[in-house]
């Protein structure tokens, strides 16, 4: 039987050892954030699509019931007419990239992320599908937010008493002028068309950017029509 040596003690980790296992693990940590980061923007960049499509969706039946026109009118917001007939819930409205307080409640009574292209309700009368003479090009659903460095959504209270934004070019109503899109280190932004489709785009740019509304060829010869209709 061997017997230890009382002479050997245990052996300790030495501080330069520490040092290099806190090291290790620091570089480690400094690969796996930012995938984690970009991993969990994408999550929400592809629930942001999905709410759009859900909106959309219902959009189109409300329009099969209502002469191709689009929800919304001087009286009723196009938020209340989608939902609870058409709309699955109204937390569809709310943005995954939207920070809330938790006083709100998820129903009627809490803002929207998203706004409509004030020009489907000229004068708060809603037109019809087939006013819009490039659908593939115009934007009918998109984040509305504020001017803060920081992705802000705001939704107000309407004399109707529901929410309520509206979103024209690069302004959104109420906060003004928005500095940029809610992901992609705020370069892009996710919108709905026309024809129904969703697709994420450069918030800014010479060609078919969300903030290029203006008829200028070659660059984006259909940017007008993203916004107005002719």
């Known amino acids: 039987m061997v017997k230890s040596s009382p002479h050997l003690a245990k052996r300790a980790f030495t501080l330069i050892e520490l040092l290099v296992v806190i090291a290790g693990i620091g570089t480690m940590l400094a690969f796996a954030v930012p995938a984690l980061t970009s991993a969990y923007e994408r999550a929400k960049v592809a629930k942001d699509m999905s709410n759009l499509r859900q909106i ?32 699955s819930r109204w937390l569809v409205l709310k943005s995954p990239f939207d920070a809330r307080l938790s006083s709100e409640l998820g129903d009627a009574t809490t803002a929207v992320s998203y706004g409509i292209n004030a020009n489907v309700l000229p004068g708060n009368v809603a ?36 929410p309520g934004v509206t979103v024209l070019a690069a302004a959104s109503t109420p906060g003004g002028t928005a500095v940029g899109g809610p992901h992609n280190v705020r370069k892009k932004i996710n919108a709905l068309f026309a024809d129904w489709h969703a697709e994420t785009m450069p918030w800014s740019g010479t060609g078919p950017a969300f903030t290029n509304n203006t008829n200028n060829p070659p660059s984006d010869a259909d940017g007008y029509y993203r916004w107005n209709v002719q």
Not at 56 to 63: K, R, S
Not at 65 to 87: C, E, H, I, R, V
Not at 128 to 157: H, L, M, R, W, Y
């Open 56 to 87: 959309g969706a219902a959009t189109q039946l409300f329009m099969n019931d209502n002469s191709g026109a689009f929800p919304g009118s001087a009286t009723a917001t196009w938020m209340s007419q989608l939902n609870p007939k058409y709309l």
């Open 127 to 162: 037109i019809s599908a087939d006013k819009i003479t490039k659908p593939t090009t115009f934007i009918v659903f998109a984040p509305a937010q504020t001017s803060t460095t920081t992705v802000s959504f705001a939704g107000t209270a309407i004399p109707s008493g529901f």
